[in-house]
Structures are given as C-alpha cells and as structure tokens.
C-alpha cells in the first residue's frame, strides 16, 4: 500500500481525481453501456478489448487534465 500523502497533495489528488472524472465521464459511460449491452458468453474479445480502448481514453484525460495544472511555457532564447 502506497504511503500515504501529505495533506496538500492529499488535497490536490482529490481535486485532480474530480477533474478526472467530469473529464472522462463520457467514456465511463460507455464502458458501462458496453457491459451491460454484453452477453456474459461475449465478455472478452472484442467486447474486452472495446473495454480496454475506453479506459486508455480515460487515462489519456487524465494525464491531460494533470499535464494542464503543469506550467509548460518556457522562455524564449535569448
């Protein structure tokens, strides 16, 4: 088990896992439309591997919605 954060990351974690989920909201969506839509005996294959897709498009958000609190601009050379 990971230790545990100090309370400011603790708090940035938090507002960062919300912003992870209204930004991905969409693809869990479908991942449960998915599943529920599914037949037990069509669980895996294709059905798994649609499943998988959605949650690397969830991952991708969440690292862009990490990546956007970052200050990226550098200056510029002198």
């Known amino acids: 088990m990971p230790e ?3 309370a400011d990351q603790e708090a940035e974690a938090r507002l960062l896992a919300q912003r992870i989920a209204q930004a991905a909201e969409q693809e869990f969506l479908q991942v449960a439309r998915t599943l529920v839509a599914a037949k037990t005996a ?3 294959g294709a059905t798994e591997f649609k499943v998988r897709d959605l949650f690397l498009r969830a991952a991708a958000k969440a690292y862009e919605q ?3 609190e970052k200050k990226t601009a550098t200056k510029a050379p002198v």
């Open 66 to 68: 990490h990546l956007a």
């Open 42 to 44: 069509t669980l895996f």
């Open 4 to 6: 545990p954060l100090p």
